[in-house]
Each structure stands twice: as structure tokens, then as C-alpha cells.
């Protein structure tokens, strides 16, 4: 075990953790932050995008040793009352079915459109590539995005 002193969504936690615990479950057992999802574990599918320091990661191949003084953001710490532009265009797009992926989703686009205000659909498919939908919703995200992006 090791102590770290994490910045998550503006707040910093102190925490007595195994240097290796990869962030997802920092989040989610020790700071009960459960927006983030559990999907593959290996990297692959998008369900536990964060942001370190405004860039899009999964949370659950990243150890918490590796995170030092960043700034972590989480869904929960994107918008206070989920007003964010992403995630009201969501809304609008009707974009969730189940919801499981939509966090990833949403902290995947999120970042793209702070790094390119006017994403083309190429930059959009390369941007969200790797963050699987299972309920196929690849269209409506994709208006999503550019609806946020031309708010």
C-alpha cells in the first residue's frame, strides 16, 4: 500500500492504496464514484473513459501511480447538473438505449470537442473509435456531437 493525493473532479482525496490499482476502482470502491463502468477491463471497449487533465483515458488500464498531480474528471464531475453541452445533446438525440456505454461515450466526446470545436465525421469516427455501443447507436452519437459542438 501507498498514500496518494489524487485530484478528482476538483477535490483532492487522500488515499492508502496498492500503487497498481488501476484508477477505475479507485473511483469506484474507494471514492464511490460508480459513473464510470467496468466493460473489458483490458482497454478496448470505452465504458471507463476518464479525462486526465482534459484528455480522453481508460480508467481501467491506468494504475493510480501513474496519475501524480494530474486532474482527473469523471461523468459525475463534467457538469454539476449533467448541463453539459455533450450531455444535452445526448438528450436530445435520444442517444441512450441500456446507458451502460454512455459515460465513455460521453467523456470521449467531451474531449474531442475541447481539442476541435468543428470535428468533421472522420475526425468524430477517429475520435470515438474504440468506445463500443453495444445497442448501436453510432448514428445518433454522431449527430450528438455535431449538435454539441454547434452549441
Same mark, same amino acid.
Request: hydrophobic share 35%; aromatic share 4%; net charge negative.
Given at each position: 500500500m501507498?498514500?496518494f ?5 476538483g477535490?483532492?482525496?487522500?488515499l492508502n492504496?496498492d ?9 469506484r470502491?474507494?471514492l464511490? /464514484? ?5 466493460g $473489458? &477491463?483490458?482497454? !478496448?471497449? #470505452?465504458?471507463?473513459t476518464?479525462?486526465?487533465?482534459g484528455?480522453a ?8 501511480s501513474?496519475?501524480?498531480n494530474?486532474?482527473l474528471?469523471?461523468?459525475?464531475g463534467?457538469?454539476e447538473?449533467?448541463d ?6 445526448? /438528450? ?5 438505449? $441500456? &446507458?451502460?456505454? !454512455?459515460? #465513455?461515450?460521453i ?23 474504440g ?5 448501436g ?15
Amino acid at each position: 500500500m501507498a498514500q496518494f493525493e489524487l485530484n478528482v473532479n476538483g477535490k483532492t482525496h487522500e488515499l492508502n492504496v496498492d500503487p497498481s490499482t488501476p484508477i477505475l476502482w479507485v473511483l469506484r470502491d474507494h471514492l464511490k /464514484l460508480v459513473g464510470t463502468k467496468y466493460g $473489458c &477491463g483490458i482497454a !478496448q471497449c #470505452g465504458a471507463c473513459t476518464v479525462h486526465l487533465n482534459g484528455v480522453a483515458v481508460r480508467s481501467c488500464q491506468l494504475p493510480v501511480s501513474s496519475v501524480g498531480n494530474n486532474q482527473l474528471t469523471t461523468i459525475e464531475g463534467l457538469s454539476e447538473k449533467g448541463d453539459h453541452p455533450v450531455q444535452q445533446a445526448w /438528450l436530445e438525440h435520444d442517444v441512450p438505449q $441500456c &446507458g451502460y456505454c !454512455q459515460s #465513455g461515450q460521453i467523456m470521449s466526446a467531451s474531449a474531442l470537442l475541447e481539442a476541435n470545436t468543428n470535428p468533421s465525421d472522420e475526425e468524430i469516427e477517429s475520435a470515438m473509435n474504440g468506445n463500443i455501443c453495444r445497442c448501436g447507436t453510432y448514428t445518433r452519437i454522431k449527430a450528438a456531437i455535431k449538435t454539441a459542438a454547434n452549441s
